[in-house]
């Protein structure tokens, strides 16, 4: 079911992988939705580290995906599958997509879409997806984090961080965060972290021992790997939980084992993208149920960084990888 789509949409392209340069925009065809998928004119699309990940030719697209980058779109449905409830279409969302959000037109499963109130602004709707649905998993369900309990997060001020601090304290917990300078260690306590650790000047590890009394933190959320990890491991308390969900700082580890089971420490982690589209929808669900309203209330809102267009997705790129950036990165597709 559809209101009449163009046959072709503007969408940004690459034809082989390299730097944000490689980035230009191109006539491709407008999807079509199949049974359970929706169609979205995209208004605004957020950019992720996973984005600039594949565009570097390391994190291909999933089986079936398109190829086309973009993991989180807002914007208004305008075509239905024939398994999508009828009063989806003309409804305002945004939504986790499998790939294809650098883009006019973007496909997605119906039940990965969260509606968006008519008072939440489509830039910032477009900015939430992404991180929220990574950290509610990551942090609440894998992380089994609990309301009073410390959490370490590194990269403090990234689309990740800024959302994690705000969950972990709309849900009471003490919060830890790295950055990389003194500006942003300030922005993420403006933002409502308890502690803001400059890891260039500072020793994290010291810096919560001392703080915490040498009880350490209950949880980790991890997005550096490598030789953070067993870093990490010292900053737990006793039960602590390590999430992994990025290896910006390298793929391996080493860990002396004995700690780990002496502090019974349980290590985890996650990828989102390549998870069933069934798993995606019961998260989703979840997080309607439990983290969707404080947005939707407005006690809640996304930390923007800044609006590129569409066509200049590769300077969106550069100021990621730059990590020039505090809080999200957004494109604006509307023309």
């Not at 001392?210 to 900053?235: I, Q």
């Amino acid at each position: 079911m559809a209101d009449a789509l163009p046959a072709t949409m503007q969408a940004i392209h690459f034809d082989e992988p390299g730097g944000p340069d490689v980035l230009g925009l191109t006539e491709m065809p407008v999807p079509e939705a199949g049974a359970g998928d929706v169609v979205i004119r995209i208004a605004f699309a957020g950019v992720n580290r996973p984005d600039c990940i594949q565009r570097a030719g390391h994190y291909p697209a999933p089986a079936g995906a398109s190829p086309i980058l973009g993991l989180e779109v807002a914007g208004t449905i305008v075509a239905i599958g024939d398994q999508v409830p009828p009063e989806m279409l003309g409804q305002v969302v945004c939504a986790l997509t499998p790939g294809g959000g650098y883009a006019e037109y973007c496909l997605t499963p119906w039940q990965h879409c969260l509606p968006v109130p008519a008072g939440m602004p489509l830039d910032q709707a477009a900015a939430i997806p992404e991180t929220l649905f990574t950290v509610w998993h990551n942090v609440f369900q894998r992380g089994l984090a609990r309301d009073g309990e410390r959490l370490l997060v590194h990269g403090g001020t990234s689309g990740i961080g800024t959302m994690a601090i705000m969950l972990a304290k709309a849900f009471d917990m003490e919060v830890f965060v790295t950055c990389g300078d003194a500006a942003k260690c300030q922005a993420a306590l403006d933002l409502g972290a308890d502690h803001a650790i400059n890891y260039r000047e500072q020793d994290f590890v010291e810096v919560i021992r001392d703080t915490t009394g040498g009880e350490g933190v209950h949880l980790v959320l991890d997005m550096v790997s490598g030789d953070y990890v067993p870093r990490n491991l010292k900053c737990l308390a006793e039960d602590g939980r390590h999430v992994t969900i990025a290896v910006l700082g390298g793929a391996k580890a080493e860990l002396f084992m004995p700690m780990v089971m002496m502090r019974r420490l349980m290590l985890t982690g996650s990828t989102l993208r390549p998870r069933s589209d069934a798993f995606k929808a019961a998260l989703a669900d979840d997080i309607a149920q439990n983290a969707w309203p404080l947005f939707t209330e407005g006690e809640l809102s996304p930390v923007m960084d800044r609006t590129f267009p569409l066509a200049q997705a590769a300077a969106a790129h550069a100021r990621m990888e730059a990590g020039e950036h505090i809080g999200k990165i957004v494109l604006k597709v509307t023309r």
